[in-house]
């Protein structure tokens, strides 16, 4: 089991880029979906959880940092 923890201003690092070439991607709200904007083209979509995660490469931690730390790495 992958425990992904992600907070609002983190950029998520995506397995698969998105058409635009970009495969980043801006937190911008959390909950059971996840609000992001591409980092390439600003296109923002509203994405499943759960079906995010899975595609989720690398967290880098956003401007406002960790506040607990739920998982190290
Ligand atoms: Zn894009």
């Given at each position: 089991m992958r425990i992904v923890s992600?907070?609002?201003g983190d950029v998520l690092e995506m397995k698969k880029p998105h058409p635009c070439g970009s495969n980043r991607l801006k937190v911008l709200r959390v909950g059971s979906d996840l609000r992001?904007?591409?980092?390439?083209?600003g296109r923002d979509m509203t994405v499943p959880?759960?079906?995010l995660e899975r595609s989720i490469k690398k967290v880098h931690p956003g401007d406002a940092?960790?506040?607990s730390g739920t998982n190290g790495n």
């Amino acid at each position: 089991m992958r425990i992904v923890s992600v907070s609002v201003g983190d950029v998520l690092e995506m397995k698969k880029p998105h058409p635009c070439g970009s495969n980043r991607l801006k937190v911008l709200r959390v909950g059971s979906d996840l609000r992001v904007v591409c980092e390439g083209c600003g296109r923002d979509m509203t994405v499943p959880r759960e079906k995010l995660e899975r595609s989720i490469k690398k967290v880098h931690p956003g401007d406002a940092g960790r506040v607990s730390g739920t998982n190290g790495n």
